[in-house]
């Protein structure tokens, strides 16, 4: 299971680009990864007979709540849908099923915290590669240096081009600054991935002083660069996460921790700092006071009134609001079950809209799912959230030991959980092996601390009564025996 846990972590990375595609639809190593994982359940559960043990948890409900509600828009559109809706619907529903199947198996089976860390250990040195090659891209993206940009290649991203099959990343100019992406779509991925790495990487330090990783020079080396990403991405998303995310670990943990905190945040500003200056020595563009500029446009409501030349301070706002607001007009003509899986691009409303897709998971399900859809998927994200300060609280009451694997997994839960929820408002992760991954790892966590917890909160389940192994060894025993008759 580690090798799978590990391989994820590579998903993570590498969703834009699929190893071959279906139709319009690019498999990524996150669905490669995802179906092992579901050989594996089957393997542990049919071959060797070992039980299922799925949670009797208002996490898993909501869970299954949530696959409840594409299967119920999947068949009331199958009912009184045209054609290319019901087989949209249907390959989305497909798609879905089998994340969910893998989640679930990932969450089911007992993983040890020390599996857990070490796939987010190689999470540490892919984040590395990921950030030097963001920074790389600024000299290579003014000078035109080989690799400044990728040619994404998932089909699933094909944006409405006939082909499909290809698009280009997309990084707005400012003077001579360039937007980085490193190996993602836009920036606002690379943000977000750099946010939820510094949280796996800092939060646990903030709380016992121990990190992921267990040297301090290689740690804080990846905590400069992580920042770094952040400031050349130049995306509002991975600032909402921190802010977020750094409330919350102020409010959440011991009051010894807003000492860290403060030292951490000070030394954040300083590296920030002097990244800026050397992005303006090298662009002439000041990043920092244009970040401003666009914060005080969004909470002034500036943004909302910029036409499509004010790119700085409107930048991706407009973009956004619209999305919003055809999403709402989707919803308000399907407002029960919505359109259906996969299907606003193709709804009457959808067909007149920029883009294909719209930039946020809530917006997506509204649209698509309907209210049934939002509700599962709202509580979802409340329970887990609730769940997983409730564990924490439990928790850090008994963590008397110092040094465990546990110490690194379980402070860091609520803050993930908080981005999923800060991300579902700003990008649409609806149908991707990325947003299923993060369930798992958070209620599979979430269901190892419950069980150093001893509380009884899983049932165990057999799906054979005598192991396929077995069967297999008594019919090959049986056929020797009858061998030897001759």
């Known amino acids: 299971m580690t090798f799978i846990l590990v391989?994820?972590?590579?998903?993570?990375?590498?969703?834009?680009?699929?190893?071959?595609?279906?139709?319009?639809?690019?498999?990524?190593?996150?669905?490669?990864?995802?179906?092992?994982?579901?050989?594996?359940?089957?393997?542990?559960?049919?071959?060797?007979?070992?039980?299922?043990?799925?949670?009797?948890s208002l996490e898993m409900l909501a869970l299954g709540a949530l696959l409840g509600a594409f299967a119920l828009s999947t068949l009331v559109v199958g009912l009184g849908g045209d054609k290319p809706v019901i087989i949209q619907a249907a390959k989305t529903f497909s798609h879905v099923a089998m994340l969910w199947v893998a989640a679930v198996a990932i969450i089911c089976y007992p993983i040890t915290a020390k599996q857990w860390v070490v796939a987010l250990r190689w999470n540490m040195a892919i984040a590395a590669v990921v950030c030097?090659?963001?920074?790389?891209?600024?000299?290579?993206?003014?000078?035109?240096?080989?690799?400044?940009?990728i040619t994404i290649t998932n089909a699933s991203f094909g944006r409405g081009e006939l082909d499909g099959a290809v698009t280009e990343q997309l990084a707005l100019q400012f003077a001579d600054f360039f937007r980085a992406t490193s190996l993602f779509s836009e920036p606002s991925g690379l943000a977000t991935y750099a946010a939820s790495t510094l949280l796996i990487l800092v939060v646990p330090m903030l709380r016992s002083g121990r990190s992921i990783i267990t040297s301090k020079v290689l740690t804080w080396s990846l905590v400069v660069l992580l920042l770094l990403s952040m400031l050349l991405a130049f995306s509002l998303t991975g600032v909402m996460i921190l802010g977020v995310?750094?409330?919350?670990?102020?409010?959440?943990?011991?009051?010894?921790?807003?000492?860290?905190?403060?030292?951490?945040?000070?030394?954040?500003?300083?590296?920030?700092?002097?990244?800026?200056?050397?992005?303006?020595?090298?662009?002439?563009?000041?990043v920092l006071e244009t970040f401003a500029l666009r914060i005080r446009g969004v909470v002034s409501g500036e943004a909302s009134k910029m036409q499509s030349g004010d790119i700085i301070v409107g930048e991706s706002y407009d973009q956004r609001e619209s999305d919003y607001l055809v999403s709402a007009a989707v919803w308000e003509?399907?407002?029960?079950?919505?359109?259906?899986?996969?299907?606003?691009?193709?709804?009457?409303?959808?067909?007149?809209?920029?883009?294909?897709?719209?930039?946020?998971?809530?917006?997506?399900?509204?649209?698509?799912?309907?209210?049934?859809?939002?509700?599962?998927?709202?509580?979802?994200?409340?329970?887990?959230?609730?769940?997983?300060?409730?564990?924490?609280?439990?928790?850090?009451?008994?963590?008397?030991?110092?040094?465990?694997?546990r110490e690194l997994l379980v402070p860091f839960l609520p803050m993930k959980v908080l981005q999923l929820i800060v991300i579902s408002f700003t990008a649409n992760t609806l149908i991707s092996p990325t947003m299923f991954s993060d369930f798992a790892l958070v209620l599979g966590i979430q269901q190892h601390t419950r069980r150093e917890l001893q509380e009884k909160a899983e049932k165990e389940i057999y799906f054979v009564r005598i192991p396929l192994r077995t069967r297999v060894i008594m019919w090959l025993r049986k056929g020797a025996r009858v061998g030897t008759d001759y």
């Open 132 to 149: 030097l090659y963001a920074v790389y891209q600024l000299p290579a993206r003014m000078l035109d240096w080989p690799l400044a940009w």
């Open 7 to 56: 391989g994820l972590q590579f998903a993570q990375v590498l969703g834009f680009f699929s190893l071959f595609a279906i139709g319009t639809f690019g498999f990524t190593v996150g669905e490669l990864f995802m179906v092992f994982a579901i050989l594996y359940m089957a393997i542990q559960t049919i071959w060797f007979g070992r039980p299922l043990r799925i949670p009797t």
């Open 245 to 286: 995310c750094g409330l919350a670990t102020a409010l959440l943990f011991h009051k010894q921790v807003i000492k860290r905190l403060f030292i951490t945040a000070v030394a954040a500003v300083a590296v920030l700092g002097v990244g800026n200056i050397l992005v303006y020595q090298l662009t002439n563009f000041d």
């Open 333 to 405: 003509k399907n407002p029960i079950v919505g359109v259906g899986p996969g299907c606003f691009s193709i709804s009457e409303d959808g067909k007149n809209h920029s883009e294909p897709f719209v930039s946020s998971t809530y917006a997506s399900v509204a649209a698509e799912l309907g209210s049934v859809g939002l509700i599962a998927l709202a509580a979802l994200h409340a329970f887990m959230l609730f769940g997983c300060v409730k564990d924490y609280l439990q928790w850090n009451v008994i963590a008397e030991e110092q040094g465990t694997y």
